[in-house]
């Protein structure tokens, strides 16, 4: 089964996963300057696009990327950079997969969720399974984006709605639920290679206290926290965003 990706400049590989709440068109605003020092490859994760679906969970989906991975670097370390449902993706591919990246940038996300944030997680999963993903949508939009930026950008928010609708309502509930059980904390000191987490002030999907849990679990990982803003800070300030993590992707291993 193969990985739907888009490639774009030359240098060292870098990849880019998006959130489950926002597909890969959620990079459109920083793809270009990182194009510019970096091989970026971003791919729609297994679900998403025409990447087809993969049963097995979260280590399954890790597995699926990881293998996209090597075959596009050609088992060259990649950096790698997750946003939110994609950082956990990200997470759980170089803990299984050693050697798979030599930096990993977790942007709004962690290793585990509280029981309030599995909670929420199943309660998306349930509504969704009852009533489609338009029951869930005001909620996900919600947790996408601070509200002052809601009342700012409405069409940027319309159509990232939009796209959210368009998902396949069986990978949003599955990955839901997993996520409801998701703990990787334990294998947190497994991960030897430099971490940067970077997370929106504002996010209430993966607030900055589960970026702080992963840091401190982690041997070797600093922690950027962006004033104002919340689950995708890349579409929110993109300029804020590289500044955050474009000196870190550009340092030598």
């Known amino acids: 089964m193969k990985i739907e990706a888009l490639v774009s400049g030359d240098g060292p590989p870098l990849v880019l996963l998006h959130s489950l709440l926002a597909d890969r068109s959620s990079f459109s605003r920083v793809v270009g300057p990182l194009s510019r020092a970096f091989r970026v490859m971003l791919p729609a994760l297994p679900g998403f696009g025409a990447s087809p679906s993969?049963?097995?969970?979260?280590?399954?989906?890790?597995?699926?990327?990881a293998a996209a991975i090597q075959a596009f670097a050609a088992g060259q370390p990649v950096r790698l950079l997750g946003n939110g449902y994609g950082g956990f993706i990200a997470l759980q591919a170089v803990i299984r997969h050693p050697g798979l990246a030599d930096r990993l940038v977790l942007a709004d996300a962690g290793a585990a969720f509280s029981g309030p944030g599995r909670q929420a997680f199943r309660g998306m999963a349930e509504a969704a399974a009852a009533k489609g993903l338009e029951a869930i949508a005001d909620i996900a939009m919600r947790r996408l984006f601070a509200p002052s930026f809601h009342a700012a950008n409405p069409g940027l928010v319309s159509d990232r709605r939009r796209i959210f609708l368009a998902s396949d309502p069986a990978v949003i509930i599955a990955a839901c639920e997993a996520l409801a059980t998701l703990d990787l904390r334990p294998a947190l000191t497994d991960v030897?290679?430099?971490?940067?987490a970077v997370v929106g002030e504002l996010d209430e999907a993966t607030p900055p206290a589960m970026s702080r849990e992963a840091v401190a679990g982690l041997l070797n990982a600093t922690l950027a926290i962006l004033d104002g803003l919340a689950h995708v800070p890349q579409l929110?300030?993109?300029q804020r965003f590289l500044d955050a993590v474009m000196p870190f992707l550009s340092r030598r291993p």
Do not use: E, K
């Not at 030897?192 to 940067?196: E, G, K, W, Y």
């Open 54 to 65: 993969v049963d097995g969970g979260l280590p399954a989906v890790a597995d699926r990327i």
């Open 236 to 238: 929110q300030a993109p």
């Open 192 to 196: 030897r290679i430099p971490v940067l």
